[in-house]
């Protein structure tokens, strides 16, 4: 605990200095001295395949800040993350969300799952997405004029402390939004020095030739994630539309949709996989349950056994979506998740 409480001292001291020390030829004064007195940084590139986490992962924990988002990181001794918008763009500046997105997110998910949503969940969720509509309005327009500078100062403050940005997933590449916001997300995107972005695929194939050449103009990617929808064909008209269209590769929900081969998917089109959205849920005959890794059908062990011996580089994603145990929290869940890996590959 007590190491606990001197690294949260040292982020809350280390945030005031990257916010408020870029100065002139943008270089810190002051954080570097006191990041190399944090002592041990966290190191989650196991054997040779790193292993990250969606930042969604920590979706119900009460403070969303990018400072906190950091924590969590640090706490689960991960070292490579995919950020989602939030508290990237907070930081930045962008409006402040009143939706709470912690009551948001398991209504979506049951939505998607084909799940009965009860009236009450119904208007709920309809209230929710429209006040999310105004918003996204009101983020459009913070778009139009916000500065690279903060950005900057995020990446500095997640490396500096020992975390790279390897994915940016902020909600500014969909069908809703101007050529504008998508080049915002981009710039964004390399600016927290992401090599790629994603986005739920849109299945629109006007669309994802668009992304893909914006993505090239860009020197990044652009990575589809996608669920049950998922099929061995889901990418290949993205993937022959542009190089800078990639995979964000969701291996549970392959197995939860029925698939029979991911190993052979992930051969094949390992060179077009940006990143690798890991979970374990069961198969159909089993009821596609999320459950804690090691109860489910998805073959993780074989998957990340693959990725060692093909020396396979792009990362392998935790996203925690099993219910967290009484008495536990997101972060040690993801901890676990990563000891689980190690298991794996040692």
Known sequence: MKNQHTRRQFLGATTALVAGAVVGSNKLFGAPTLVRSLGEKPNSLVKGVQIGVITYSFRDM???????TLQYVLDSGINAIELMGGPAETFAGA???????????PLMRKRREN????????????DMEAQMKAYREEVAKWRQSASMTKFEQVRKMYNQAGVTIYGF?????????????????????KTLGANQVTLEHPA????????????????????YHGHEQQTPTFWDTALAQSPGNAMNF?????VAAG??????????????IASMHIKDRQTPAHGKGNLPWG??????????????EQKYTFPATVELEYQVPAGSSSVAEVKKCLNFCRNILA
């Open 62 to 68: 009460p403070d969303q800040s990018a400072e906190a």
């Open 95 to 105: 409006p402040k969300n009143s939706v709470d997105m912690r009551a948001m997110f």
């Open 115 to 126: 799940q009965t949503l009860t009236d009450d969940e119904q208007k709920q969720l309809a």
């Open 169 to 189: 997933k902020p909600d500014a590449f969909g069908m809703q939004n101007s050529d504008a916001e998508i080049d915002y997300g981009m710039r964004a995107a």
């Open 204 to 223: 629109n194939d006007a669309h994802t030739l668009k992304l893909g050449k914006m993505a090239e103009k860009h020197g990044i990617r652009v990575g």
């Open 250 to 254: 969701d291996l549970g929900h392959y």
């Open 259 to 272: 698939q029979p081969d991911p190993l052979g998917l992930i051969r094949q089109k390992h060179t077009r």
């Open 295 to 308: 109860q489910g059908d998805t073959p993780l062990t074989d998957v990340l056994t693959l990725m060692r």
